[in-house]
């Protein structure tokens, strides 16, 4: 008897038969299972628990230089032909609009070459009532009579992704991430403040070993107490440092986006026409990964089967290379670098992000922090905007006042802003180590996809100036 | 398996609730078949497809356990549902909950539903989409970029509990957004357009794209407020309005919040929380509303209720758990906000019901103020209990004299929802169908932008 793996593949193989048979020139197909189990506690008092279920099968065609996409939840004979028809319907609405050819690139299968991490406790062996228990003494361990209120959360993802394509094409993989995060509320001098500290990695629960979820917790807490007393700055211009997560975020946020090939084809990014240009200083360098470096989220192939690289998108300041996809390389005249992603079976990959972060520098934190005279040092960031001219405003989590070198006070709700392309040409060095950290609950967003699990990071980075708001 | 009808499998699993060691239990089953065009300038991404959902929740003892599976294959649904016996079995005692709800007649026979969006063709989907991206492109030579989606969507839905609740209901909807961004010499002008309705309305789309193109020029010339201006009337037109009450509003009227004690209305039911033009109605039977069904997603009959009559709170909004929390009938108000989500308190249709007048005659009664159209940033950061909201506004006006003098440079208006509704100075006419709202444009006075 065949097993359940064994007969997806044989469903696979005769979505690909099928989809040649009604006139298609190429044909992908992919399954995926995703588990997810998320947790959240108000103190110690679970609020909800959740274990979604998501399984289904999603099929690109292209058909007369245009592509469309099928997807179904029926795994059978019959739900393949369903899939494999919408997809040639939508190919077919699309080649009655569609002004540029589309042609998937040729593909020599390479093979994922970065870093594995670990799984050894596997979150998806371990009963629900385990992870809420965990959750659960984690917070009493830590509360403090202080804090007015606490909301954490457990998260964790597990699945398998499966593909096949025409060209004979055919991945495996099980992506895998556990995360905590934690936002306290405290009251300190008669003063409130509050602060969210997370961590999240492509990892088993031993991530919880190297990182206690108490040490979350309480710097979600201190944070907070930390805000509570901090003072205001005036707002302003001033030189900047940011942390290796809130480099990450601008990384992400304010520049991947803008390299991502649809947005470059389509010239809707401010950088289309900047390959090859001096776009920042020569400490500005921005990679996009597969690999998740330390503690970010693996992605070894993207869901078009591609190997994911490692893409130096900015070099020492130069913009030199886009995030491309099989059918948006070609247009570009770029190689294919693995960035296609979808958030589930029911949409179509898209040029996406997978690990975003600034370069290595070569001096050593302490160095970087005496860089600075008199500025602002921010840590972490619960988001913000980007416009499309390219200006960005993020709040950052925590923010202190840094005076030669050293910090000396905590500062309340700082906003940085400032222009991109601005921001890029400001950095005055990078420090040596990188860190890289995965999501919780959280992801990128894009064009209704959302959240789709991403890792950001970098170095910690010294700007001449940002504009500071409180 | 896939031969069975969803009821069918509703039924089922529903009959089994003890084998699962469960007192009660429900299952939401769904079925999705949703027809999606995207476009980003000249990048064209089209989708297709069925996606199929059962959501579970079981009750054990007072606890209530929830799970979700995209398949509807007979050993995953009986894996979600020992999910969510075990997630119940985690979740501390709710000594409030009473039961899951029990079936009652409804008064609307079915939602609407238009044929066509099942079974109109891709060359016909491509023709009023080309026409219309064509039409866009031929408005203006300051045309710069252009996004949108146009959605086909059809949906079946089942609702069956072990307290006898056996419901069925289908619908299809249509909706359309579009954003322009224009650029002339160095200016920047955008605009953004939604079309939304039950029934197949390709036809409307030509028109819907060259208005919002039309309608982004006009936002050339943009100068800033007059320095000394900060303080005065605003006129949000309808399509703004949603965004600028609903979640106030909303937060507010939930019998949840109420039983919680963090609605700020709690205490006000029979009294004026408004001005008297001002009436709302939730209406779950409206004909042809985007959210009118049979039931709501709990399988309790979807209700017209009139919410704040000439400015008077008159009811809250109910789903089973608060109603019976206080031994009453459910408003019919449980929906949830995508087919693996536990149901929550929320609107249906939204009515806010009109005095007289277009938007030019609200315009012709304000001596200086401001338009507020189309859309506005931020309106997601309100604080609903203290109803403080600070909205940016790319697409603002400046009037004197009742006639729009000149487009303003983004300006961010401060609103006070308590305040601006007892300060509504004129409710138009101009009704608009938004989602599921369906209401007019407001003047209201007394608030302050920069």
């Known amino acids: 008897m065949k097993s359940e793996r064994e007969f997806i593949w044989d469903l696979m193989e005769y979505a690909i038969e099928y989809g040649q048979k009604l006139g298609a020139k190429f044909v992908e197909v992919r399954y995926e299972e995703l588990y997810r189990t998320l947790v959240n506690l108000e103190k110690d008092r679970v609020v909800s628990v959740r274990n979604p279920i998501v399984r289904g099968l999603g099929v690109t065609v292209y058909l007369d230089g245009t592509k469309g ?70 917070v009493r361990n830590t509360l403090k009579k202080n804090v007015l209120s606490l909301r954490t959360t457990y998260v964790d993802l597990r699945g398998v992704k499966m593909f096949l394509a025409s060209d004979g094409l055919r991945r495996r993989w099980e992506p895998y991430l556990v995360g905590v995060s934690a936002y306290a509320t405290v009251r300190k001098n008669g003063n409130v403040g509050s602060n969210a500290e997370l961590k999240g990695a492509s990892r088993g629960l031993e991530l919880f070993d190297e990182f206690p979820i108490e040490t979350i917790i309480s710097k979600a807490i201190s944070g907070a107490e930390e805000i509570a007393i901090a003072k205001r700055i005036r707002p302003g211009r001033y030189p900047l440092i940011c942390n290796p997560e809130f480099a990450g975020v601008i990384a992400h946020e304010s520049f991947g986006h803008l390299t991502e090939a649809d947005s470059i084809w389509t010239k809707m990014s401010i950088l289309h026409d900047k390959l090859g240009e001096q776009i920042g200083s020569e400490h500005a360098t921005v990679i996009d990964s597969g690999d998740p470096i330390n503690y970010g989220w693996y992605q070894p192939y993207d869901d078009e089967g591609i190997a994911c690289k490692t893409v130096v998108i900015l070099e020492k300041g130069v913009l030199k290379h886009f995030l491309t996809t099989r059918d948006t390389a070609p247009l570009l005249k770029m190689d294919i670098t693995g960035n296609a992603r979808a958030i589930d079976p029911f949409h179509p990959p898209i040029p996406r992000m997978r690990n975003t972060y600034f370069g290595a520098g070569d001096m050593s934190k302490e160095e ?73 609950l959280g992801g990128c967003g894009k064009r209704g996809q959302a959240p789709l699990p991403v890792g950001l990071g970098g170095p910690y980075l010294a700007v001449r100036e940002a504009i500071i708001g409180g | 398996m896939y031969m069975m009808g969803l009821i069918e499998i509703g039924e089922k699993f529903v009959k089994r609730a003890k084998k699962f060691n469960a007192d009660e239990i429900e299952l939401f089953v769904v079925r999705e078949e949703h027809t999606r065009v995207e476009f980003v300038g000249e990048d064209i991404l089209t989708t297709s497809g069925i996606s199929e959902h059962v959501a579970v929740r079981v009750v054990v003892g007072k606890s209530l356990g929830f799970s979700s599976v995209s398949s509807l294959r007979e050993n ?68 710069k970029k252009i996004e949108g989606i146009v959605s086909l969507y059809s949906v079946n839905k089942v609702v069956v509990n072990s307290r006898g609740i056996c419901e069925e209901d289908s619908g299809t909807f249509f909706a359309s957004w579009i954003w322009a961004m224009l650029k002339k010499n160095d200016e920047i002008s955008q605009e953004m357009r939604v079309l939304t309705s039950r029934m197949l309305k390709l036809e409307s789309l030509p028109e819907l794209f060259r208005t919002t193109v039309k309608r982004g020029e006009e936002y050339f010339g943009k100068k800033k407020l007059p320095s000394d201006f900060k303080h005065g009337p605003v006129i949000f037109e309808n399509v703004v309005v949603p965004s600028i009450f609903a979640t106030t509003l909303l937060f507010n009227l939930s019998a949840r919040n109420v039983q919680e004690k963090r609605s700020v209305w709690m205490n006000k039911l029979g009294q004026q929380v408004a001005s008297k033009k001002f009436t709302l109605i939730d209406d779950g039977t409206m004909a042809n509303g985007f959210y009118t069904f049979r039931v709501d997603d709990e399988g309790v009959p979807m209700r017209r209720k009139v919410v704040i009559e000439n400015g008077v709170l008159k009811t809250f909004l109910y789903d089973s758990y608060a109603a019976l929390r206080e031994n009453k009938k459910s408003t019919g108000n449980a929906l949830r906000p995508s087919p693996t989500s536990e149901p929550q308190v929320t609107f249906t249709n939204v009515i806010i019901e009109g005095e007289k007048g277009s938007i030019d005659d609200l315009i012709r009664e304000v001596d200086k103020g401001l338009l507020i159209r189309s859309y506005v940033m931020g309106s997601h950061l309100v604080d609903p209990v203290r109803g403080i909201l600070s909205v940016t506004c790319p697409m603002a006006f400046y009037i004197e004299n009742g006639e729009i003098q000149y487009p303003l440079k983004s300006v961010i208006v401060s609103i006070n929802i308590f305040e601006a509704l007892n300060n509504i100075v004129r409710i138009g006419k101009d009704y608009v169908s938004y989602v599921n709202f369906f209401v007019p444009s407001m003047l209201i006075s007394g608030l302050s932008f920069t």
Request: charged share 30%; net charge positive.
């Open chain 2, 76 to 143: 995953e649904i009986e894996n979600a549902i020992k999910i969510a016996v075990k997630i119940a079995k985690e979740k501390p005692a709710d000594p409030h909950f009473k039961h899951l709800p029990d079936p009652e007649k409804p008064i609307v026979s079915k939602g609407p539903f238009d044929e066509r969006i099942l079974n109109v063709s891709p060359e016909i989907i491509g023709k009023y989409v080309s026409e219309a991206l064509n039409s866009a492109y031929s408005t203006s030579k300051y045309l």
């Open chain 1, 368 to 440: 970087l922090f005496e860089l600075i005279k008199g500025g602002v040092y921010v840590e972490g960031s619960l988001g913000g905007e980007t416009e499309p001219t390219g200006i960005f405003t993020f709040g950052a989590n925590r923010a202190y006042w840094v005076e030669n070198g050293e910090i000396k006070y905590a500062l309340k709700a700082v906003n940085v802003r400032a222009h991109i392309l601005d921001f890029l040409k400001n950095i005055i060095g990078a420090s040596k180590e990188i860190f890289v950290r995965g999501p919780v």
């Open chain 1, 69 to 138: 996409y099928g997807y179904s939840c029926k795994l059978d004979k019959t739900g393949i032909e369903e899939t494999v028809k919408h997809a040639i319907k939508a190919a077919k609405i699309s080649s009655k609009l569609a002004k540029v050819k589309l042609e998937p690139a040729e593909y020599k299968p390479e093979k994922y070459v970065g870093f594995v991490p670990s799984l050894k406790k596997d979150p998806l062996y371990v009963e629900i009532s385990e992870k809420v228990k965990m959750l659960k003494d984690a």
